[in-house]
């Protein structure tokens, strides 16, 4: 189907499988909704001006699989709307959005699904949220899900949440940030954020996260398992094997990257560079070991805590007026803090807290 005129409405309901349905528009203001039930459908949207897009495939529906989604909002679609909902098994979604101020929406729920969000325009939101068919997803888990997220743009915002076991999200931000509050949203509607940011959520077991941001003033936050008292996040349980990855570089002043993981197993990197960097690590359980990198620069802030059995963690940070805290409180933990430069300040804590 292909609408060339404004305020164009496009509505597509297919049931069955191996069906097919594509919808272009290329005027302002036009919305287009697609739903297809079954297994094998492909569904494609494409939009070249301000738009709205609604695709379904196989929901409320746990037996649907395989089906792919896509949908391509082209330069000039400033403020467009995205919004894919798919359910089942090893199905494939797919957004692009090259204008400025895009929202995009994607709900996986089933396992072995792949989520895939491109943005290339300022002030872009991407969501996206993976999990199980109920809400008790130690039932009925979700798992195997990949997720990736890639924005280039001032001031974007990225939230992935993933339940189950053995999820991979991968998020790549650049473009500037700045200090002042944005138009992000999360899954729980819009709220007031610092852009540039990035939020991944993983509950359960053998999941990894990787955050590489490359921007001033950018902010990430990786919580896996969880746990965290300063004041809330919590809970931890069943959570194991998890790894969080986080770089910010290439200028990365005053960056933050905040990492919680509670359970087995864990491993946290995180390296930023430049001036002002703020790093947070807190890791509840056994076998976890945790590098902050924060070089090139002087006033970092690095705070590790590792709560029990075999923990390690390594800082260094270079240039000034660098801070580093290290809590180990208990079990055959090794800290080792490098500083260089003047006036910096290290404190380590081994043993009963």
């Given at each position: 189907?292909?609408?060339?005129?404004?305020?164009?409405?496009?509505?597509?309901?297919?049931?069955?499988?191996?069906?097919?349905?594509?919808?272009?528009?290329?005027?302002?203001?036009?919305i287009s909704t697609l739903r297809q039930t079954g297994t094998g459908n492909i569904g494609s949207v494409t939009q070249d001006s301000a738009a709205t897009s609604n695709l379904e495939q196989g929901n409320f529906d746990a037996s649907s699989?395989?089906?792919?989604?896509?949908?391509?909002?082209?330069?000039?679609?400033?403020?467009?709307?995205?919004?894919?909902?798919?359910?089942?098994?090893?199905?494939?979604?797919?957004?692009?959005?090259?204008?400025?101020?895009?929202?995009?929406?994607?709900?996986?729920?089933?396992?072995?699904?792949?989520?895939?969000?491109?943005?290339?325009?300022?002030?872009?939101?991407?969501?996206?949220?993976?999990?199980?068919?109920?809400?008790?997803?130690?039932?009925?888990?979700?798992?195997?899900?990949?997720?990736?997220?890639?924005?280039?743009?001032?001031?974007?915002?990225?939230?992935?949440?993933?339940?189950?076991?053995?999820?991979?999200?991968?998020?790549?931000?650049?473009?500037?940030?700045?200090?002042?509050?944005?138009?992000?949203?999360?899954?729980?509607?819009?709220?007031?954020?610092?852009?540039?940011?990035?939020?991944?959520?993983?509950?359960?077991?053998?999941?990894?996260?990787?955050?590489?941001?490359?921007?001033?003033?950018?902010?990430?936050?990786?919580?896996?398992?969880?746990?965290?008292?300063?004041?809330?996040?919590?809970?931890?349980?069943?959570?194991?094997?998890?790894?969080?990855?986080?770089?910010?570089?290439?200028?990365?002043?005053?960056?933050?990257?905040?990492?919680?993981?509670?359970?087995?197993?864990?491993?946290?990197?995180?390296?930023?560079?430049?001036?002002?960097?703020?790093?947070?690590?807190?890791?509840?359980?056994?076998?976890?070991?945790?590098?902050?990198?924060?070089?090139?620069?002087?006033?970092?802030?690095?705070?590790?805590?590792?709560?029990?059995?075999?923990?390690?963690?390594?800082?260094?940070?270079?240039?000034?007026?660098?801070?580093?805290?290290?809590?180990?409180?208990?079990?055959?933990?090794?800290?080792?803090?490098?500083?260089?430069?003047?006036?910096?300040?290290?404190?380590?804590?081994?043993?009963?807290?």
């Amino acid at each position: 189907m292909k609408q060339l005129g404004s305020s164009s409405n496009a509505l597509v309901d297919q049931n069955g499988a191996g069906n097919a349905a594509s919808t272009t528009q290329t005027a302002a203001g036009a919305i287009s909704t697609l739903r297809q039930t079954g297994t094998g459908n492909i569904g494609s949207v494409t939009q070249d001006s301000a738009a709205t897009s609604n695709l379904e495939q196989g929901n409320f529906d746990a037996s649907s699989s395989s089906n792919s989604a896509s949908v391509a909002q082209n330069a000039g679609s400033d403020g467009s709307f995205s919004d894919i909902n798919q359910n089942g098994t090893g199905n494939t979604a797919t957004v692009t959005q090259n204008g400025a101020n895009g929202d995009s929406f994607l709900y996986t729920a089933g396992t072995a699904n792949h989520a895939s969000v491109t943005q290339n325009a300022a002030s872009d939101v991407s969501v996206v949220i993976q999990h199980d068919f109920i809400a008790d997803s130690s039932a009925n888990p979700s798992t195997g899900n990949q997720a990736t997220v890639l924005q280039d743009g001032a001031n974007t915002y990225s939230y992935i949440a993933q339940d189950g076991g053995n999820n991979v999200a991968n998020v790549k931000l650049s473009g500037e940030g700045v200090n002042t509050s944005g138009r992000h949203t999360d899954s729980a509607g819009y709220v007031i954020n610092e852009p540039a940011e990035s939020v991944v959520l993983q509950i359960g077991t053998g999941n990894a996260a990787y955050v590489d941001q490359i921007s001033n003033h950018a902010e990430s936050n990786v919580y896996q398992g969880t746990t965290f008292d300063g004041t809330a996040v919590n809970l931890a349980d069943g959570s194991a094997n998890n790894v969080a990855n986080v770089k910010q570089n290439a200028g990365g002043d005053d960056s933050r990257s905040d990492i919680y993981q509670g359970g087995v197993g864990n491993i946290a990197n995180t390296t930023q560079s430049s001036l002002g960097g703020l790093a947070d690590v807190r890791q509840n359980g056994i076998g976890n070991t945790s590098d902050i990198d924060q070089q090139s620069g002087s006033g970092h802030v690095a705070t590790v805590e590792q709560y029990a059995n075999g923990n390690d963690s390594s800082i260094i940070q270079n240039g000034t007026s660098n801070t580093a805290t290290v809590g180990q409180y208990s079990d055959g933990n090794i800290s080792s803090v490098m500083q260089s430069g003047s006036g910096n300040t290290a404190t380590v804590t081994q043993g009963t807290h």
